[in-house]
């Protein structure tokens, strides 16, 4: 999948026709990467799109067409879920912090919870009237993402059960009278392109499964894997190769011959990433002690990524060949810390249009739009 998901005179149309800065989204994409992925998995393999990716209605009506489940993580998400008329059992609801109401519209709506602690579990089963099937989260004792930030590491975390507190909550969870525990969520991997480094988490998971299967007598419906799957966000980076993927996940299966259940994947930036761009036009241009900076009509309000992880998404400039010099992007904000990235582009000037890429996931919703009042950008749904 190209890391730009239009081309250049689709770009420039589309900022003529919509003004800029804005979200630009196009539907062909999206479909196309939910099913070369879903293509390659074992039938006993769900994917539940995770919500919080891009909750564009047209995304999740596109990516609900294709039959894809969700992973939701606020009332928010639940509200956008249900608003697709989906048959209970295709909505799952993860989070550290879930509070009552949100937890009663889970049950109401027929969502698969993740319970993150013995509260869920208590408020769940205080507020159910027959039985509920719940998967746990287990923050694993294993790191083997290499201590991605995202992930956290093995160290303290606000997620899940620890590994080692299992036992405890399982004993306590024996009281219970609605709520069981059916499954099992471990999220591990974090914007990982490297299908053996997937698997091997997975195949860690299916292992953390099998000792709380054969130590506890847990039966495993479902063993839900996360998210994680990356995406590339330079030209240099090699995407995920899927043939691996799909084929590692049956080889899983059959090296686990006790679990009969269900896998689910939860990838977010995956299948949101590739369908987007931001296109935003240069204000003003200038060099600063020998810096040569772009001043664009949005930065971290509309694209936080950059800032948290340290790494630029794709960007071209619309239209201008090649030629290319260090450039720094920096956003209209009051602030040093409004920045895109330093890469590498034509000399540029005002009014040039600039097309960031792979920006359909983690983008606009995880951009700190009221941070100065600046309109929202509005995003364009291209079937
Ligand atoms: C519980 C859960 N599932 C899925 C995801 C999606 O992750 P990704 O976009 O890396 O696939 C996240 C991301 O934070 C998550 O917290």
């Not at 589309?14 to 039938?43: I, N």
């Not at 919703?365 to 309109?375: A, C, D, Q, R, V």
């Amino acid at each position: 999948m190209p890391l730009f998901a239009f081309d250049d005179a689709t770009c420039r149309a589309l900022a003529e026709a919509h003004g800029t800065p804005c979200f630009a989204y196009s539907a062909a994409v999206a479909a196309e990467q939910f099913t070369a992925l879903r293509d390659v998995l074992p039938r006993r393999v769900r994917l539940a799109y995770a919500v919080k990716a891009n909750p564009h209605p047209a995304l999740l009506r596109c990516f609900a067409g294709l039959g894809a489940s969700f992973d939701c993580a606020s009332i928010g998400e639940l509200d956008r879920v249900e608003a697709l008329g989906l048959p209970p059992g295709r909505t799952f609801f993860a989070g550290p912090g879930k509070r009552g109401p949100e937890l009663s519209k889970a049950l109401a709506m027929g969502v698969r919870v993740q319970a993150e602690g013995w509260e869920d579990l208590a408020r769940l089963d205080a507020l159910a009237t027959g039985e509920v099937a719940v998967n746990l989260r287990v923050h694993p004792a294993f790191d083997l993402d290499e201590g991605n930030r995202i992930i956290g590491g093995t160290g303290p975390s606000a997620f899940g059960v620890d590994e080692e507190e299992v036992p405890a909550l399982l004993a306590r969870a024996a009281s219970l009278r609605h709520v069981r525990i059916r499954g099992l969520h471990v999220f591990a991997a974090s914007n990982q392109r490297d299908a053996a480094k997937l698997l091997a988490i997975h195949d860690a998971v299916l292992d953390l499964a099998k000792r709380l299967h054969q130590a506890h007598g847990l039966v495993f419906e479902q063993v839900d894997l996360g998210g994680g799957l990356g995406i590339p966000y330079a030209p240099e980076e090699a995407p995920l190769d899927l043939a691996t993927f799909g084929q590692g996940l049956s080889d899983l299966l059959a090296a686990h011959p006790w679990f009969t259940g269900e896998l689910i994947l939860e990838p977010g930036r995956f299948l949101a990433g590739p369908c987007g761009l931001y296109l935003a036009r240069v204000v003003r241009s200038k060099e600063s002690r020998g810096t040569r900076f772009a001043i664009l009509e949005g930065g971290i309000n509309h694209l936080l990524r950059p800032l948290l992880t340290g790494q630029a998404f794709p960007v071209k400039a619309v239209g201008k060949g090649p030629g290319e010099g260090p450039t720094t992007l920096a956003g209209p904000l009051c602030t040093s810390l409004d920045r895109l990235g330093e890469v590498r582009l034509p000399a540029l000037e005002a009014g040039d249009l600039l097309a960031f890429g792979q920006a359909g996931a983690y983008g606009l919703n995880e951009g700190m739009t009221h941070f100065l009042s600046h309109p929202v950008p509005p995003e364009i749904w291209v079937a």
